[in-house]
């Protein structure tokens, strides 16, 4: 009798120790799919249960695969539609653990992408935190990603993707079918001071991917000067041709994003582009209607 309640009460701690996060254990799953998560699992299965864990069961299992000529990422994103969860908490940054099998010499890298909103995911951005990683990893590996905070507002909703991309911008941004990822516990550690958080400068420039993404029909695009600058933010088709422009003009040094509707747009692969100050930046976005 106590062999077969262990496992059940051990899925009972696992859960609560990351309750901040639906099903952060990946202990919970119905239908091949993770209970919580949306994976993309339609046309071909890129996302598994896997029993090689950190802890706990199970864990979730991520392989690039290719189908007839497309490359299909592994992504998952929290939420059963990937509109994220509730969350009103400003954390310091998302942990969790994971294992990394790059294809070879393939550049790919894992990629974890957190988004802090108010007012629901296509609402205010108040801080995002994102982390890709080269490196493969046959072992349980911590990764830390520590978030950027925009604004000093409390959050409302919270939105992660975890995914498999390439080794840079464009059309090299594709991944190599064959890389794959084990990924469990996920969890936020600390708490921001609202006041202090809001007022400090980075110390670089940097252009963060855009989120949601997959997008349908909106999505935002964060960016940090680590001075004041005159900003370029501009939109174009996969073929260089220049769609809109979200931002041209002078901006102080922080942290700023810009709304990108496309209400009107085909479904498809778009790029944006960041010019401030002698710093360029171009990354890839999908529209999926």
């Not at 991944?175 to 007022?199: I, K, M, R």
């Amino acid at each position: 009798m106590y062999k077969l309640m262990l496992p059940f009460f051990l899925c009972l701690i696992i859960q609560s120790a990351f309750a901040q996060i639906p099903n952060a254990g990946f202990e919970n799953w119905t239908g091949g799919n993770p209970d919580g998560w949306f994976a993309d699992n339609v046309a071909v299965t890129t996302v598994t249960q896997s029993s090689t864990v950190h802890s706990g069961l199970s864990a979730v299992r991520g392989e690039v695969l290719s189908f007839y000529t497309y490359i299909m990422p592994p992504t998952i994103q929290t939420g059963q539609d990937a509109r994220g969860f509730a969350y009103s908490q400003r954390p310091v940054s998302i942990t969790g653990y994971f294992q990394f099998f790059p294809a070879t010499s393939s550049g790919d890298r894992f990629y974890v992408d957190a988004v802090l909103t108010k007012g629901g995911i296509d609402n205010i951005s108040v801080a995002v935190g994102a982390v890709a990683i080269s490196a493969a990893a046959s072992s349980y590996t911590q990764f830390s990603a520590t978030f950027t905070y925009i604004t000093s507002d409390i959050p409302d909703t919270c939105y992660i993707q975890i995914s498999i991309v390439g080794p840079g911008t464009g059309a090299q941004s594709s991944p190599h079918a064959g890389s794959y990822y084990l990924l469990d516990d996920l969890t936020f550690s600390g708490s921001t001071d609202v006041e202090n958080q809001s007022s400090l400068v980075p110390v670089a420039m940097n252009l963060n991917q855009n989120y949601p993404n997959p997008f349908n029909p909106s999505t935002t695009i964060s960016y940090s000067l680590s001075k004041a600058s005159y900003v370029k933010l501009r939109v174009f088709n996969i073929l260089g041709k220049e769609l809109t422009t979200l931002v041209d003009g002078f901006q102080s040094a922080g942290n700023h994003s810009a709304r990108f509707l496309a209400s009107n747009m085909a479904s498809g692969v778009y790029f944006y582009r960041l010019e401030a100050e002698g710093y360029t930046a171009m990354k890839q976005m999908l529209l999926v209607k």
